[in-house]
């Protein structure tokens, strides 16, 4: 393809493809011009196989650009070995036919979807393209609606499992991601039947698939198959998958699984998943990611509620309060959040016993990053807690705290007072808050002096 010389013949490939990923719409039109010369060049097989492909790849472009494409490949078919081979300059018709599949079959009655829909439909199932492919399997629980009940069983149902196995991991990701509705829309007389012949065994093939975007895909729908096989299969079938995915390496998996226990939980219950739960919650919980830790915090609410206050405690709390002295500060603030749900479910009572001197002990630590946790960990637990445990427990820590070394430190402290102040009674903060306030208003730091004085304007003491 054109070398120094100019001779086209020898244009480099890598030279086409930086011009038409350039952002200068000439500069692409002009090389989209060349592309008979370099057609020429390469020869039929790799204008269909290299050629094609890479357009496709690459050009998601201006109108103007497809056009002058368009235009390009109208005079492709001696370029591509002839009418015989003409089907692959339309990889873009293909995929739309797919998606005018499912408006048509939904206007034609059964006979005319099974004559003129059906057709297209199988063969765009098979397609060379895994572009089309995928499309199929993007649009199928459409499909499948589309159809009918009849349709499905008869030919939707061996064209899922096709793309269960689809030698492409994008396909197969796609219709991973399709198996808990597509399971759901089967016709209701015979739906146990299929996933248990037909789905069942390409869903214990997926769960150990070499591709962590296809098992990460089908770890966010599988738990909600335990809901439409009931509780025996659950335990029988699906049990031992959710177990392997629990343990799987990459952490999206391990995390699609938890985040989705609630419907498990609704039909076995959270126990029988609890031995092997554990040991995936902790390994996310110290993952050297801290996007990851972050991830499972979120879930941990949830989790608290299925597991209950006793298995909480004994398992999980310990971790929650590690959060709270992570390096990282996005994990030290989802973990004060996350103490506030978990009061807010499981009650103040407990929240005194199990959580809050855990939190105020942390006054004391020689870090001022995890003093400053402790105020905000009262900030947050201070409404859920409710007054009488805020101001007998926590409020005079907060003032000792107006004593530290640390500006940063006393200045959360004017914060936190401001925040909690509206929950105390008048006397307190007559008596208790606004002389410490009136102390930090003349602090030596401007920062500090700053809050207090908007804390003594909020709370109307000045």
Same mark, same amino acid.
């Given at each position: 393809?054109?070398?120094?010389?100019?001779?086209?013949?020898?244009?480099?490939?890598?030279?086409?493809?930086?011009?038409?990923?350039?952002?200068?719409?000439?500069?692409?039109?002009?090389?989209?011009?060349?592309?008979?010369?370099?057609?020429?060049?390469?020869? @039929?097989?790799?204008?269909?196989?290299?050629?094609?492909?890479?357009?496709?790849?690459?050009?998601?472009?201006?109108? +103007?650009?497809?056009?002058?494409?368009?235009?390009?490949?109208?005079?492709?078919?001696?370029?591509?070995?002839?009418?015989?081979?003409?089907?692959?300059?339309?990889? =873009?018709?293909? &995929?739309?036919?797919? #998606?005018?599949?499912? =408006?048509?079959?939904?206007?034609?009655? %059964?006979?005319?979807?099974?004559?003129?829909?059906?057709?297209?439909?199988?063969?765009?199932?098979?397609?060379?393209?895994?572009?089309?492919?995928?499309?199929?399997?993007?649009?199928?629980?459409?499909?499948?609606?589309?159809?009918?009940?009849?349709?499905?069983?008869?030919? &939707?149902?061996?064209?899922?499992?096709? !793309?269960?196995?689809?030698?492409?991991?994008? @396909?197969?990701?796609?219709?991973?991601?399709?198996?808990?509705?597509?399971?759901?829309?089967?016709?209701?007389?015979?739906?146990?039947? /299929?996933? *248990?012949?037909?789905?069942?065994?390409?869903?214990?093939?997926?769960?150990?698939?070499?591709? %962590?975007?296809?098992?990460?895909?089908?770890?966010?729908?599988?738990?909600?198959?335990?809901?439409?096989?009931?509780?025996?299969?659950?335990? +029988?079938?699906? !049990?031992?998958?959710? &177990?392997?995915?629990?343990?799987?390496?990459?952490?999206?998996?391990?995390?699609?699984?938890?985040?989705?226990?609630?419907?498990?939980?609704?039909?076995?219950?959270?126990?029988?998943?609890?031995?092997?739960?554990?040991?995936? /919650?902790?390994? &996310?919980?110290?993952?050297?990611?801290?996007?990851?830790?972050?991830?499972?915090?979120?879930?941990?609410?949830?989790?608290?509620? %299925?597991?209950?206050?006793?298995?909480?405690?004994?398992?999980?709390? =310990?971790?929650?309060?590690?959060?709270? @002295?992570?390096?990282?500060?996005?994990?030290?603030?989802?973990?004060?959040?996350?103490?506030?749900?978990?009061?807010?479910?499981?009650?103040?009572?407990?929240?005194?016993?199990?959580?809050?001197?855990?939190?105020?002990?942390?006054?004391?630590?020689?870090?001022?990053?995890?003093? *400053?946790?402790?105020?905000?960990?009262?900030?947050?637990?201070? #409404?859920?807690?409710?007054?009488?445990?805020?101001?007998?427990?926590?409020?005079?820590?907060?003032?000792?705290?107006?004593?530290?070394?640390?500006?940063?430190?006393?200045?959360?402290?004017?914060?936190?007072?401001?925040?909690?102040?509206?929950?105390?009674?008048?006397?307190?903060? %007559?008596?208790?808050?606004?002389?410490?306030?009136?102390?930090?208003?003349?602090?030596?730091?401007?920062?500090?002096?700053?809050?207090?004085?908007?804390?003594?304007?909020?709370?109307?003491? =000045?």
């Amino acid at each position: 393809m054109a070398g120094a010389d100019g001779d086209d013949s020898l244009y480099p490939i890598a030279v086409l493809i930086d011009e038409l990923r350039n952002e200068d719409v000439q500069l692409r039109l002009n090389s989209i011009k060349k592309l008979s010369t370099i057609a020429l060049a390469l020869g @039929v097989e790799r204008t269909r196989t290299e050629l094609l492909p890479f357009l496709t790849d690459t050009i998601y472009d201006e109108d +103007e650009v497809l056009l002058a494409l368009a235009e390009q490949l109208g005079n492709f078919t001696l370029l591509v070995g002839g009418p015989e081979h003409v089907h692959c300059l339309l990889d =873009s018709v293909r &995929l739309l036919a797919v #998606e005018a599949c499912v =408006s048509i079959a939904t206007l034609l009655p %059964q006979p005319d979807v099974e004559a003129l829909v059906m057709p297209t439909l199988r063969q765009a199932a098979e397609d060379k393209s895994w572009r089309v492919r995928y499309m199929v399997a993007d649009k199928f629980s459409e499909l499948q609606k589309a159809v009918g009940p009849e349709i499905t069983k008869a030919d &939707l149902v061996p064209a899922f499992q096709n !793309l269960l196995k689809d030698c492409e991991a994008e @396909v197969r990701a796609a219709a991973a991601n399709k198996v808990k509705e597509f399971c759901e829309n089967l016709p209701e007389d015979s739906r146990e039947n /299929i996933i *248990m012949s037909h789905i069942l065994s390409c869903v214990k093939e997926l769960v150990t698939d070499t591709n %962590q975007h296809v098992k990460s895909a089908l770890a966010s729908v599988i738990m909600g198959l335990s809901t439409i096989l009931g509780k025996d299969n659950t335990i +029988e079938h699906l !049990l031992p998958l959710f &177990l392997a995915q629990l343990k799987d390496e990459c952490p999206e998996v391990r995390l699609n699984i938890i985040s989705n226990l609630d419907c498990v939980n609704e039909v076995i219950g959270i126990r029988q998943l609890s031995q092997s739960l554990l040991p995936a /919650i902790v390994e &996310l919980a110290e993952d050297a990611k801290w996007r990851v830790r972050l991830a499972i915090i979120d879930y941990m609410p949830l989790l608290a509620g %299925q597991l209950g206050v006793e298995f909480f405690d004994e398992k999980l709390n =310990s971790l929650c309060m590690a959060w709270l @002295v992570d390096h990282v500060y996005a994990i030290r603030e989802a973990a004060t959040n996350n103490l506030m749900k978990l009061v807010e479910k499981f009650g103040a009572d407990w929240a005194q016993t199990t959580i809050v001197p855990k939190v105020l002990a942390m006054s004391n630590d020689p870090n001022y990053l995890h003093r *400053m946790t402790t105020l905000f960990c009262i900030s947050a637990l201070s #409404e859920p807690c409710g007054q009488e445990i805020t101001c007998k427990h926590m409020l005079p820590v907060v003032l000792t705290m107006s004593n530290d070394q640390v500006a940063n430190v006393r200045f959360n402290v004017a914060k936190t007072l401001q925040k909690i102040g509206p929950i105390l009674d008048s006397n307190t903060l %007559q008596t208790e808050v606004k002389p410490v306030l009136e102390k930090l208003v003349v602090d030596q730091d401007m920062d500090v002096r700053y809050f207090a004085q908007e804390a003594m304007n909020v709370l109307a003491l =000045s």
